[in-house]
């Protein structure tokens, strides 16, 4: 089955720096990549997703990089702000059958 | 769009009694729904999936007769831990995909259960 990866397990960043949190998968047929920010007590909340026949995708402060080849996307976060912090969890999926998470990132953002 | 609503938001209940916890997708048809557990500072744990009108097929490791999960309508689904015990207690998600939606699971907000 597959197996994703995500690094690093925790970052911290200043206000208006950027942050990258990078996973990589096994199943080179998965096909669909979103990724979640969860905060506490609360669930998952989709931020942004990108499918195998893109290469980058982009909303506001938020891209995704998805490198089919060596099997493994990334997701940036630009001009940091403290909302942002929360735990961030990226998946890989086949057509959305099952998604496979990764252990997430808990990103904070230091005023 | 694409709102998945849960309830209840956290329930605390006796060693040995029944809860039951619904999942509803407010503003599209749900054709499949996801039941997630997680712990703390832990990734999600799938439990189960379900599909409208059918049967739902549990992950391995789950007990299907503890954790009764029914998908009657294309707006909801329950899901029901029988003879609660502590080791149940957990934060329990569901999620929703709708066919217009494509592979997009839309998550609700969770449940927080404490079993005492």
């Known amino acids: 089955g597959e197996n994703v990866e995500q690094h690093p397990s925790t970052l911290s960043v200043q206000e208006g720096d950027s942050a990258v949190i990078k996973c990589t998968y096994s199943?080179?047929?998965?096909?669909?990549f979103p990724w979640y920010k969860q905060e506490l007590g609360k669930g998952p909340q989709l931020i942004i997703d990108?499918?195998?026949?893109?290469g980058e995708k982009k909303d506001q402060r938020i891209a995704v990089t998805l490198n089919k080849t060596a099997k493994h996307f990334s997701l940036h976060i630009t001009e940091t702000q403290p909302e942002d912090s929360a735990v961030y969890f990226c998946?890989?999926?086949?057509?959305?059958?099952?998604?496979?998470f990764g252990t997430g990132t808990s990103l904070t953002v230091i005023p | 769009g694409a709102v998945v609503s849960q309830h209840p938001s956290r329930v605390i209940c006796k060693s040995g009694t029944s809860v039951k916890i619904e999942c509803r997708s407010l503003?599209?048809?749900?054709?499949?729904m996801f039941w997630y557990r997680q712990f703390p500072k832990q990734s999600l744990m799938l439990m189960a999936t379900?599909?409208?009108?059918?049967?739902?097929?549990?992950e391995q490791g789950v007990e299907k007769d503890k954790f009764l999960i029914n998908h009657a309508s294309l707006t909801l689904s329950t899901l029901t831990v029988t003879s609660a015990h502590p080791e149940d207690s957990s934060f329990y998600i569901c999620?929703?995909?709708?066919?217009?939606?494509?592979?997009?699971?839309?998550f609700g907000p969770g449940t927080r259960l404490l079993v005492l």
């Open positions: 199943d080179s047929a998965s096909n669909y």
């Open positions: 998946a890989a999926s086949l057509t959305g059958n099952q998604f496979y």
């Open positions: 990108i499918r195998s026949n893109v």
């Open positions: 999620s929703a995909r709708g066919a217009s939606l494509q592979e997009t699971q839309y």
């Open positions: 503003d599209f048809q749900a054709t499949t």
């Open positions: 379900s599909n409208e009108g059918s049967k739902a097929t549990y």
